[in-house]
């Protein structure tokens, strides 16, 4: 059978030419290569690092002055939530957006500070059983919490994955409002997620003061930052996420 390929004409003095551009082609992209990889790799360092100091510091939070391994014995649920919300965590580190922004310093100062209250929380629901109620929360009070935990990961999680899977291949000059999937019913599915899975770890230990003020302080950090990403998307899609503002709940359908 016949090539469809053709020989490259020779030059003056009898040589190909055509046989250099493969060659030279992965030559400019094996030079373009490094200029992404170190961006790529600090992102995940740094995400790494964030997510690593988390969750030292909610091992170190929880054991309170016990034997950790005992403790964990003792408190199965306590350790399921851990596990899940580890991977939780590294997961999002894959599917979740970056900041090339900022100096990989100031952003890990930026995230760490951000989970400062979140950490206050992981502190407070042990310390309130341990201290006030004392022995383990009710089974069933537990396995919610569980249930609440794993709900919201594969909401939040969802979420990212089909915010980027709609928007792939779009440029600035060519954005796109997703609409579907979960941004059918609410507006901001990955806040919804994340509560549901903070507010789960109140009930691993069944903390109702904790709870409570979980729900109060995460009301009032989720308007503020709805609000501010509301008016972002406002400038940027106009009357058309205005109509889909009207359209649809921002947390939970039919309530809010």
């Not at 469809?4 to 060659?23: E, I, M, N, V």
């Not at 507006?187 to 789960?200: E, K």
Request: hydrophobic share 50%.
């Amino acid at each position: 059978m016949a090539s469809d390929t053709k020989p490259d004409a020779p030059q003056s003095d009898g040589k190909a030419t055509g046989g250099l551009k493969p060659a030279t082609a992965m030559l400019a992209a094996a030079d373009a290569a490094p200029a992404e990889h170190p961006h790529f790799i600090q992102s995940l360092a740094l995400r790494f690092a964030e997510t690593a100091i988390f969750l030292l510091a909610v091992v170190g939070a929880i054991a309170l002055g016990l034997g950790i391994t005992a403790y964990f014995a003792e408190h199965s649920y306590v350790l399921a939530y851990l596990a899940a919300y580890a991977g939780f965590c590294f997961s999002d580190l894959i599917v979740r957006g970056n900041d090339e922004d900022r100096p990989a310093h100031e952003e890990l100062n930026r995230r760490i500070a951000a989970q400062l209250p979140l950490l206050a929380m992981f502190a407070a629901a042990p310390f309130e059983r341990t201290y006030v109620y004392g022995g383990s929360a009710p089974a069933f009070v537990s396995a919610l919490g569980l249930l609440l935990e794993l709900l919201g990961m594969w909401l939040a999680l969802g979420a990212r994955i089909q915010l980027g899977f709609f928007t792939s291949g779009r440029t600035a000059e060519h954005p796109v409002l997703v609409k579907r999937g979960f941004y059918r019913y609410i507006r901001h599915p990955i806040y919804a997620g994340t509560f549901l899975v903070t507010f789960g770890w109140t009930l691993i230990y069944g903390a109702p003061v904790t709870a409570v003020l979980t729900l109060i302080i995460g009301a009032i950090f989720a308007q503020r930052r709805m609000k501010s990403e509301e008016a972002a998307m406002r400038a940027r899609f106009g009357e058309e996420y205005e109509a889909y503002r009207r359209e649809t709940d921002a947390l939970i359908p039919a309530i809010w």
